[in-house]
């Protein structure tokens, strides 16, 4: 059963840095890309960062690159995102999906949702003082 579980979120001051894990089991880490989105209450869904499948390359949405930082552990099957400089609007529910591939554009990953890609429950951050 393919499952994915993200951790690691809570309360952080402005500036401050997290780092999320999202724990796979049931497949294969290395035959899919790994995205990172969030969304906040009443906003659409919003896509951060992916590692591709084989090669592990990373892609970044414009509004955290330079500081997130996405990578994998595939002897423990985990992929983490490592946020810096964070800020208030950084305050949401943030998803790790298994996807196909990374979708790009630009050189900038945006979020491609497809019926069989899988995403876990989230795991909150909040940004504030």
């Known amino acids: 059963q393919v499952q994915l579980e993200e951790s690691g979120g809570g309360k952080v001051q402005p500036g401050g840095s997290l780092r999320l894990s999202c724990a796979t089991a049931g497949f294969t880490l290395t035959g899919y890309a790994i995205g990172w989105f969030r969304q906040a209450p009443g906003q659409e869904r919003e896509g951060l960062a992916c590692?591709?499948?084989?090669?592990?390359?990373?892609y970044y949405s414009r509004s955290v690159k330079g500081r997130f930082t996405v990578s994998r552990d595939t002897a423990k099957n985990t992929v983490y995102l490592q946020m810096n400089s964070l800020n208030p609007d950084d305050t949401a529910t943030y998803y790790c999906v298994r996807e196909d591939f990374c979708s790009v554009w630009g050189g900038d990953y945006f979020l491609d949702l497809r019926p069989h890609d899988v995403w876990g429950r989230g795991t909150q951050v909040t940004v504030s003082s």
């Open positions: 590692i591709d499948n084989s090669d592990g390359t990373t």
